[in-house]
């Protein structure tokens, strides 16, 4: 044999193992753990997300999304992850229909090696209106991730093969001393016999579904994008917009739109729900549509979609166990997580327009009946005039001894107002402050020619649904830190408890010992250990333990 | 059934749209471009305008110089035309989008380093506030860091003098002085001043006076300047001299 065709040998046998081992890789990706394989439509999943060490520099928040087989993102939620890991859940809407669903995560900064295939984690949803179901449209095995059986390595042992409801059940680990894995996770849950034969991870093909948002390295916040159109539905390039977010030290910012009248805003460490405030500030009066962009991927899987009918042991089961989440939510009918208050700590000590020259407290002062009276009586340097119905404002310059020409930049609760009728009827008893900035300011590349901000007592914001130049969008930022609590309740004797999951946390690398209280419902139920080997490869350890 | 999705999703697409109606500001952003669209944050202040004097006699260096500045958030802005303004304990910066020279809010400021044209050193400024004061923050030079931390503080003081007629044709009886002020930072973040002197920094550190001598005399280090100032600092704060 010639050396040349060694070498070509050589060569096809290391692409082909290559390509064998992606089947099996998780290298260069986000590994995504949930805590069970199936739940009922109006259920919490709790996940967690494994970054690599490699991946450290791409940023430190994992996006997670509930996507179909037909990549309708269905939920997606973003959640920080420290030493390694990322901890969150994903509430499964009421009314998602029974089909063959996947969680994937993925990093805002998709620019490393292999980003272009996600691992996504299969979940069945059955809807909890429908107890009867015989098909399920799925994927087929091509692109299932096949896992490594680690159950001679990772022992899992209990006391016995089979429990009663309600039984505390007492786990033990064993993992040899020489042996070491980059990261898994224990979990104890009720085994769906649909789930055991769909169920798993599954390789796809991905891409950012919206091209314009950029590649930026999300570090400790999230990026927030929407596009721009004009009536007509063209995209508007070159258009300014301001976003602001009301906080304890209001967040404020512009962007001036892309080719794709694409903006964008990067909120720092925010975490729960925002609601932000924007305005499209053009020199015509042209009306514009402003749309906000879901930051999310597309996948392609390397299978094809299939209807399997369901034996009846698999019916049965999905039967079971609607039934379960229809007593769930009769007997606890409030939802276990609830969304937190938004939270954004401010950058710096002081607002985005600086160090004020005057604050003035109306309430130090008699009531008066209007801003014309209060900037008259209150606030010095303030001109306010009325003429032909409108109000123009000017404010001194306290360097130059004069007025400045243009007016100076208004807000409301941080909220910059151009029409200045918005200040007309507002009285001492509203104002919780006024800030005035007498001098030229400078944000990025904006001047302004001072500042004259008011802070109301009512937070609400109310005033801005009656803006037609304002548009008001509920962002999700950060999900707040939260881990699905792995000490069991003991529920009530007198109340049902129809748990499905039991254990769920991270696995150490030593022998562990842990206990969980069973639920109501019987059934198999596994005790699993699944995680990624030093060699990048998935694998899992489990037993069954009864429940009769 | 697949239709009625179809219309409900066109609805949905539809009212998750927001319309709305552009706004003149009387804001001029004419010169704004996509270098204006910075994501972790813009750098913000207080416009400055530039007189001759100041150009000639109040800034730490005479050139401009592309620096790094480090904000309080961790966020570092870079390559950004500054000049460390002397009176006043100011940060200039010039924005070349908008063309407009501004002081850097100083609360904003963690510190900022630059180097001199035609010189490898680089030069670095922290801010350092001795209470709880805005007006106890300044800009301190770092001559040298070790556990403790060497620092200068410039300004710029009116000095009388003889009146003279100065290069504008006006009479003049002061004129403006560039002084320095050495201080020492310690491990437990107090800000001690010192002169350029063997004498202070035994005054400074009276437990350690003998060790200081001892160390001076040691390496032959004759604190005369700022060089040998340094030098002397280096020393001691290897042999962790200085602090109580």
Not at chain 1, 186 to 191: D, M, N, P, R
Not at chain 1, 334 to 359: D, Q, W
Not at chain 1, 512 to 533: A, C, M
């Amino acid at each position: 044999m010639t050396r040349f065709s060694k070498l070509i040998i050589v060569l096809v046998l290391t692409v082909l193992n290559f390509l064998a081992g992606a089947q099996n890789s998780s290298s260069e990706k986000l590994v995504v753990f949930t805590s069970r394989d199936y739940c009922v439509s109006g259920d919490t999943v709790w996940f967690k997300v494994w970054q690599p060490k490699t991946l450290e520099k791409f940023g430190n928040v994992a996006r997670v999304q509930l996507f179909s087989i037909r990549n309708n993102v269905i939920k997606s939620v973003a959640g920080k992850i420290e030493n390694g890991w990322a901890e969150g859940y994903l509430h499964v809407p009421d009314s998602l229909s029974t089909g063959q669903y996947f969680v994937s995560a993925f990093l805002n900064n998709r620019d490393y090696p292999g980003s272009d295939v996600t691992e996504s984690v299969g979940l069945l949803v059955y809807n909890r209106f429908n107890n009867k179901v015989e098909s399920i449209e799925t994927i087929t095995d091509e692109s299932k991730i096949k896992f490594s059986d680690f159950s001679e390595k990772i022992k899992i042992s209990t006391e016995k093969a089979e429990f009663r409801p309600r039984e505390k059940v007492l786990a033990q680990i064993s993992i040899p001393e020489n042996f070491d894995f980059e990261s898994a996770v224990i979990k104890a849950k009720l085994v769906d016999p649909l789930a055991e034969e769909l169920g798993g991870s599954f390789l796809a093909n991905t891409k950012t579904r919206e091209g314009s948002i950029p590649g930026f390295t999300e570090n400790n916040g999230l990026l927030c994008s929407g596009r721009v159109f004009d009536v007509s539905g063209n995209a508007k390039p070159g258009v300014l917009v301001f976003a602001t977010i009301s906080a304890d030290m209001h967040y404020f910012d512009y962007y001036l739109t892309g080719k794709n009248g694409d903006f964008h805003f990067f909120l720092k460490d925010a975490s729960g729900v925002a609601n932000m405030v924007l305005q499209v500030v053009s020199e015509s009066n042209e009306k514009f549509v402003i749309r906000a962009e879901e930051n999310c991927i597309v996948g392609d899987f390397r299978g094809e979609i299939g209807k399997k009918e369901l034996t009846k042991t698999q019916s049965g089961f999905i039967a079971k166990a609607v039934d379960a989440g229809f007593y769930q939510k009769m007997f606890y009918p409030i939802a276990t997580v609830t969304t937190a208050g938004f939270s954004m700590p401010p950058k710096f000590e002081t607002p985005f327009y600086g160090t004020p020259s005057l604050r003035v407290v109306p309430d130090e002062f008699i009531d008066l009946p209007d801003f014309r009276e209060i900037s008259r009586e209150l606030l010095p340097g303030l001109q306010y005039r009325l003429k032909n119905n409108e109000i123009t404002f000017r404010l001194i310059n306290d360097s130059r001894r004069d007025y400045f020409n243009d007016e100076p930049l208004r807000l409301i609760n941080g909220i910059p107002v151009f029409k200045n009728s918005q200040f007309a009827a507002l009285k001492s008893t509203n104002i919780k402050y006024i800030d005035m900035v007498k001098s030229e300011r400078i944000f990025g590349d904006l001047k302004f020619n001072g500042i004259l901000s008011v802070e109301l007592y009512d937070k609400t914001n109310l005033w801005v649904t009656r803006q037609p130049e304002m548009v008001q969008l509920t962002v999700n930022c950060l999900q707040p830190a939260l881990s699905k609590s792995s000490s069991q309740k003991n529920f009530p004797q007198n109340m049902p408890d129809m748990r499905q999951s039991f254990f769920w946390e991270i696995a150490g690398k030593t022998n562990t010992e842990f206990e969980f209280y069973l639920s109501d419902v019987k059934g198999r139920v596994e005790i699993s250990v699944e995680g990624i080997s030093l060699d990048k490869k998935h694998f899992k350890s489990s037993r069954i333990i009864e429940v009769n | 059934m697949k239709r009625w999705k179809t219309y409900l999703i066109a609805i949905a697409g539809f009212l998750a749209m927001h319309v709305t109606q552009a706004q003149k500001s009387g804001l001029y952003w004419n010169n704004l471009n996509e270098n204006s669209n910075r994501l972790n944050g813009k750098l913000r202040g207080e416009v400055y305008y530039l007189s001759p004097l100041a150009n000639e006699k109040f800034f730490f260096q005479q050139e401009w110089a592309k620096a790094k500045i480090e904000l309080t958030d961790g966020d570092i802005v870079e390559n950004v035309d500054v000049r460390y303004l002397e009176l006043g304990d100011e940060l200039v910066a010039y924005n070349e989008n908008i063309r407009t020279l501004f002081k850097v809010e100083k609360e904003t400021v963690k510190g900022f380093s630059f180097k001199i044209k035609n010189s490898d050193t680089e030069i670095k400024f922290i801010r350092i506030c001795t209470d709880q004061s805005k007006k106890s923050c300044r800009f301190y030079r770092v001559l040298d860091a070790g556990n403790a931390k060497l620092l200068a503080f410039h300004f710029v003081e009116e000095k009388k003098v003889n009146p003279y007629m100065d290069k504008y044709g006006l009479m003049r009886d002061f004129e403006y002085r560039h002084v320095v002020d050495y201080f020492v930072f310690d491990t437990g973040g107090e800000l001690k001043k010192i002169q350029k002197k063997r004498r202070s920094l035994l005054k400074s550190y009276p437990e350690n006076r003998k060790e200081i001598k001892k160390t001076l005399a040691g390496n032959k280090i004759f604190i005369r300047d700022e060089n040998s100032l340094i030098q002397a600092f280096k020393v001691l704060d290897e042999a962790n001299l200085l602090k109580h």
